[in-house]
T-cell receptor, first 113, second 114 residues
Framework: EADIYQTPRYLVIGTGKKITLECSQT?????MYWYQQDPGMELHLIHY???????EKGDLSSESTVSRIRTEHFPLTLESARPSHTSQYLC????????????FGPGTRLTVT | KNQVEQSPQSLIILEGKNCTLQ??????????LRWYKQDTGRGPVSLTI?????NTKSNGRYTATLDADTKQSSLHITASQLSDSASYIC?????????????FGRGTQLTVWP
């Protein structure tokens, strides 16, 4: 069982609200990722981080932002939620370079009404 | 364009039967190929990871094969169980960056009926 956690698991929120999705891992992994996944579709990388104070945008353009102030914590923030942000958000981590298993959190199912 | 295509999109089998899921990719340069199992509403869990030099790897009732020449992989599930019902995702990593970029397929939705 991977030690990577996401909260909340489910969130229903109104348009225009600011939200932060939490992701934390206790494995000391350097690399962390945020993916967005719509039902029946592939995962799309929206943000990643090599380590503390390192963040980069992924392939899928996203209006969200991330921060990496501590190794174990990689929160994702939406300043103003919109219905188009409705999706599942998955956080993942890898210990370093090379052939390592990528561990995923359980995901946050976000619905913006 | 780097892509990962999986087939079939969905599959229904009876408990105890075997099945094979397919994955074709165009990712280049190739580093490794992973199969994940994703239960509904959960994050993916790794089943196997194979590098260029490996052509088969097993994890219990799951056996993955890789043909790097034809850029094809398969996941064979033996003696299926109800708990095998899930989405199976093929993921290919390139070798071109320190990130080890991952390309995800859309998955095959497997349903096992009693």
């Amino acid at each position: 069982e991977a030690d990577i956690y996401q909260t909340p698991r489910y969130l229903v929120i109104g348009t225009g609200k600011k939200i932060t999705l939490e992701c934390s891992q206790t494995m000391g992994h350097d690399k962390m990722y945020w993916y967005q996944q719509d039902p029946g579709m592939e995962l799309h990388l929206i943000h990643y981080s090599y380590g503390v104070n390192s963040t980069e945008k992924g392939d899928l353009s996203s209006e969200s932002t991330v921060s990496r102030i501590r190794t174990e914590h990689f929160p994702l923030t939406l300043e103003s939620a919109r219905p188009s942000h409705t999706s599942q958000y998955l956080c993942a981590s890898i210990p370093g370079q090379g052939l390592y298993e990528q561990y995923f959190g359980p995901g946050t199912r976000l619905t913006v009404t | 364009k780097n892509q990962v295509e999986q087939s079939p999109q969905s599959l229904i089998i009876l408990e105890g039967k075997n099945c094979t899921l397919q994955c074709n990719y165009t990712v280049s340069p190739f580093s490794n190929l992973r199969w994940y199992k994703q239960d509904t509403g959960r994050g993916p869990v790794s089943l196997t990871i194979m590098t260029f030099s490996e052509n088969t790897k097993s994890n219990g009732r799951y056996t993955a094969t890789l043909d790097a020449d034809t850029k094809q992989s398969s996941l064979h599930i033996t003696a299926s169980q109800l708990s095998d019902s899930a989405s199976y995702i093929c993921v290919v990593s390139d070798r071109g960056s320190t990130l080890g970029r991952l390309y995800f397929g859309r998955g095959t939705q497997l349903t096992v009926w009693p």
